[in-house]
T-cell receptor, first 118, second 116 residues
Framework: GAVVSQHPSWVICKSGTSVKIECRSL??????MFWYRQFPKQSLMLMAT?????????EQGVEKDKFLINHASLTLSTLTVTSAHPEDSSFYIC??????????????FGDGTRLSIL | QKEVEQNSGPLSVPEGAIASLNCTYS??????FFWYRQYSGKSPELIMF????GDKEDGRFTAQLNKASQYVSLLIRDSQPSDSATYLC????????????????FGSGTRLSIRP
């Protein structure tokens, strides 16, 4: 099945640090990748939609300058949390859809990154 | 109105019984519907997806879709303790306008507990 690799799996860093999270589709080409954030006991909140070779589409209320998304190839998207603060601590999850089956739409999820800002 | 609504639960079901999970959505143009299972601290795992009205069965799982009522459900037969998790309903929401892409929106999830 389709595999999405996300790393790091967890990060602990000081306030003010920038953190980069990588999301790779290992055995398929991902036309679109999605970035979600999930706070404890809450559902996944879509942050942005990332299409290869174009600018990401951010959801309302998500700061573009704080959460930088790059989707330079069909197999890699990155999310950089710039100048992270304790309120950015959360579980960040990426997902991808298979270019070969654009009409099927199931998203394949990475294992998530638990970010803790001290 | 939320785009995708689920009862948060917890839903408690005895082992071996049928667990029934429900979801409603607001966008009549939605065409793709998904059920994911999420264990605590883990990423969602795809259980079923359905596009056409009616039932779709896969092992112990059956997804049911009624587009006229904007309703999708998941039945789990012969419930096992390992089925205890949060179940997320997800719906494909069509983009609005030229620059808006389609996207998947998740409900808040239903916590299911299977008691031995």
């Amino acid at each position: 099945g389709a595999v999405v690799s996300q790393h790091p799996s967890w990060v602990i860093c000081k306030s003010g640090t920038s953190v980069k999270i990588e999301c790779r589709s290992l055995d398929f080409q991902a036309t679109t990748m999605f970035w979600y954030r999930q706070f404890p006991k809450q559902s996944l909140m879509l942050m942005a939609t990332s299409n290869e070779g174009s600018k990401a589409t951010y959801e309302q209320g998500v700061e573009k300058d704080k959460f930088l998304i790059n989707h330079a190839s069909l197999t890699l998207s990155t999310l950089t949390v710039t100048s992270a603060h304790p309120e950015d601590s959360s579980f960040y999850i990426c997902s991808a859809t298979d270019r070969a089956a654009p009409d099927l739409w199931p998203q394949h999820f990475g294992d998530g990154t638990r970010l803790s800002i001290l | 109105q939320k785009e995708v609504e689920q009862n948060s639960g917890p839903l408690s079901v005895p082992e071996g019984a049928i667990a029934s999970l429900n979801c409603t959505y607001s966008d009549r143009g939605s065409q793709s519907f998904f059920w994911y299972r999420q264990y605590s601290g883990k990423s969602p795992e795809l259980i079923m997806f359905i596009y056409s009205n009616g039932d779709k069965e896969d092992g112990r799982f059956t997804a049911q879709l009624n587009k006229a009522s904007q309703y999708v459900s998941l039945l789990i037969r012969d419930s096992q303790p390992s089925d205890s998790a949060t179940y997320l309903c997800a719906v494909n929401i069509l983009g609005r306008g030229y620059s808006s892409a389609s996207k998947i929106i998740f409900g808040s999830g239903t916590r299911l507990s299977i008691r031995p």
